[in-house]
């Protein structure tokens, strides 16, 4: 493996009531103005608003509230929460949602700080935010694992990208399952596959051979796996669900990256396509995959071929290792059919008059898992995937 240094700065409460039980004395060490923030009101149809909000009063808090945080959030929606942080004097972020309000504000706590454009900062100055306002997450949809990370993914609607920026981290996550139940079995099974692309994204880097942070992440693949077919079957499988929290959380907290250099091409990719067509994030990803990896896997195939045994359990006997490589990629396309995600553009309602050029064109190219990929090959890529 690579040089590292670990050091992890979320606290994560995990498990039943975790925010009755935890979130009083998390508080207790803030500021006295709290800006609430969440998406399009799934938690006052389920009840989450009033519990926090209940627990919020108890502790005297003044209350902020940040709405409407849309999926793929936007650098607008960013300013706006920066200028209603910054004209109410909020002490502390309450991000109560998914990986789209759980982002967003971690660039409204950066941006609230700085007099200068974030974005200018970051892509045109090369520099990074060093003043934030605190936050804590309150997870209601699993999948990407944006609690644990300080990486933010927003849509730029000016200048049509999707694109990383840097924020901080949370100083707390609550991952309580109950908060989950309600989540629509789309957003469950996108979310998951999210994290199992994590997770491959990840082990499709560098160095090649062997190591214990891809074993690890061999682990969290399989029962990522596990889990969402336990979950399909039963809905109501709260181990399941609970199980799936976790894999998020261990896909992005930093553990299976230990000693990588990651890839994360096909999430470029997938932010591109959402910057132009704002499709949901785990379909992207489903339709991709399984096309970019064809394209790919003969500059890696021990890679590809350790992965169809260790996660898909295909027996390598009488197979070459190209054999063994290829058979991994199709188990992966015959679970992204078998889960319900779909493997076509069409099937997501992308037009074939989408301008895939201009995707290709405007992605950001990786160091790239086996290679560095070229912008034709990309455009290649997705007009197959149409
Ligand atoms: O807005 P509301 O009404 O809350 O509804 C949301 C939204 O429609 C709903 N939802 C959330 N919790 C619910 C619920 N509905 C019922 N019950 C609940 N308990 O779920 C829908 C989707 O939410 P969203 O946050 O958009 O989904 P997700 O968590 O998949 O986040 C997607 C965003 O995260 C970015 C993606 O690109 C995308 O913008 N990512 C962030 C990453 C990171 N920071 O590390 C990594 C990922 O690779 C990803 O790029
Ligand atoms: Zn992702």
């Not at 199992?196 to 682990?219: A, V």
């Not at 997501?348 to 560095?372: H, L, P, Q, V, Y």
Request: negative net charge.
């Amino acid at each position: 493996m690579n040089t590292f240094t670990y050091k992890y700065p979320v606290t994560v409460y995990f498990g039943e009531k975790a925010a009755e039980k935890n979130l009083q004395s998390e508080l207790a060490k803030v500021g006295n103005t709290v800006m609430l923030a969440y998406g399009g009101g799934s938690v006052k149809k389920n009840g989450i608003y009033d519990e926090l909000v209940s627990i919020l009063k108890i502790v005297g808090k003044t209350i902020v509230e940040f709405t409407g945080i849309m999926s793929n959030p936007t650098y607008n929606k960013v300013q706006e929460g920066a200028k209603l942080a910054r004209e109410n004097n909020v002490d502390f972020i309450l991000a109560v949602g998914g990986g789209s309000v759980i982002d967003c504000c971690k660039i409204v706590s950066a941006q609230a700080k700085l007099d200068e454009d974030i974005w200018e900062l970051e892509y045109t100055n090369h520099g990074v935010p060093t003043q934030f306002i605190p936050m804590g997450a309150v997870v209601t949809a699993f999948g990407t694992g944006a609690e644990m990370n300080n990486g933010a993914v927003i849509t730029n609607e000016d200048k049509m990208m999707k694109s990383p920026l840097w924020g901080a981290f949370y100083n707390f996550a609550i991952l309580d399952p109950e908060y989950t139940m309600t989540m629509p079995m789309k957003q469950v099974i996108s979310g998951s596959f999210d994290t199992l692309i994590h997770c491959m994204e990840t082990y499709f880097g560098t160095p090649r051979e062997n190591n214990l942070s891809d074993d690890i992440n061999f682990s969290v693949m399989r029962s990522v796996i596990k889990n969402m077919c336990a979950t399909l079957k039963d809905p109501t499988d709260k181990y399941a669900r609970s199980e799936l929290i976790w894999a998020a959380a261990m896909a992005e907290n930093g553990i299976l990256k230990l000693g990588k250099v990651t890839d994360f091409q096909c999430h470029m990719l997938e932010h591109q396509l959402g910057a132009y067509t704002d499709c949901n994030h785990g379909q992207g990803l489903a339709v991709i995959h399984p096309v970019l990896y064809r394209h790919i896997y003969k500059e890696a195939p021990e890679q590809f071929a350790r992965m169809a045994v260790e996660v898909w359990g295909i027996s390598p006997d009488g197979k070459t290792t190209d054999d063994l490589a290829l058979a991994g990629i199709n188990a992966l396309a015959e679970f992204i059919k078998e889960v319900g995600l779909p493997t076509t553009f069409a099937q997501m309602n992308i037009s074939t008059d989408t301008n895939f050029k201009a995707i290709a064109e405007s992605t950001i190219r990786t160091g790239g898992c086996c290679k560095k990929i070229t912008t034709d090959e990309l455009y290649e890529i997705l007009m197959e995937c149409c």
